[in-house]
């Protein structure tokens, strides 16, 4: 299965700042995929990072408030811009591996 | 857009009993339905698959079956053990070619505890 590490693993952030999560594959995937998951509750997806093109954006989500940087086959960044506590997540990159998608063990945020 | 609901949302069996987790599904074009495994505070992991040419797919004490005319589909853990506790999330999408793979609609999640 595919090898997904994400950075941070955790953060605290203040209200009003912007935080950064990488993302890293072990090898070249097409489709990068940026999930969010809520204090107990389900996973909503984001958007779908393609490298060389926008990102799309699901209904719900604007890239003012999550921009996505796709720049090779086996990296990708989303920000978290102008945090609220309502911003309080676990954010999942994932990828599609053998017809699986498969996720990175997740950046638990939290706004104070 | 795709809606997936989940039942229940909780659920407390006895080690050794078999436990079913139902969801429904609104998008007649949706055939794939994976179910995932959550342990607390790790990352979601799949457990089993089912794609809408099949009816039902097994996997050791694992099962899911999949009703198309219904719209719904199910998970069944038989002889439970206590590492079975977990949340178990039920997904649907359209699988195929392009930019639709993996657009996973998830249910709430049913947090499965088995009591030793």
């Known amino acids: 299965s595919a090898v997904i590490s994400q950075k941070p693993s955790r953060d605290i952030c203040q209200r009003g700042t912007s935080l950064t999560i990488q993302c890293q594959v072990d090898s070249q995937v097409t489709m990068m995929f940026w999930y969010r998951q809520q204090p107990g509750q389900s996973l909503t997806l984001i958007a779908t990072a393609n490298q060389g093109s926008e990102a799309t954006y699901e209904s719900g989500f604007v890239i003012d408030k999550f921009p996505i940087s796709r720049p090779n086959l086996t990296f990708s960044t989303l920000t978290v811009s102008n945090m609220s506590p309502e911003d309080s997540s676990i954010y999942l990159c994932s990828v599609d591996r053998v017809n699986v998608l498969t996720f990175g063990a997740g950046s638990r945020l939290t706004v104070l | 857009g795709e809606n997936v609901e989940q039942h229940p949302s909780t659920l407390s069996v006895q080690e050794g009993d078999s436990a079913v987790i139902k969801c429904t599904y609104s998008?007649?074009?949706?055939?794939?339905f994976p179910w995932y495994k959550q342990e607390l505070g790790k990352r979601p992991q799949l457990i089993i698959d089912?794609?809408?040419?099949?009816g039902e797919k097994k996997d050791q004490r694992i099962a899911v079956t999949l009703n198309k005319t219904a719209k719904h589909f199910s998970l069944h853990i038989t002889e439970t053990q206590p590492e079975d506790s977990a949340v178990y999330f039920c997904a649907a999408s359209i699988f195929g070619s392009g930019g639709s793979n993996y657009k996973l609609t998830f249910g709430k999640g049913t947090l499965l505890t088995v009591n030793p």
């Open positions: 089912i794609r809408s040419n099949v």
């Open positions: 998008d007649s074009a949706s055939n794939y």
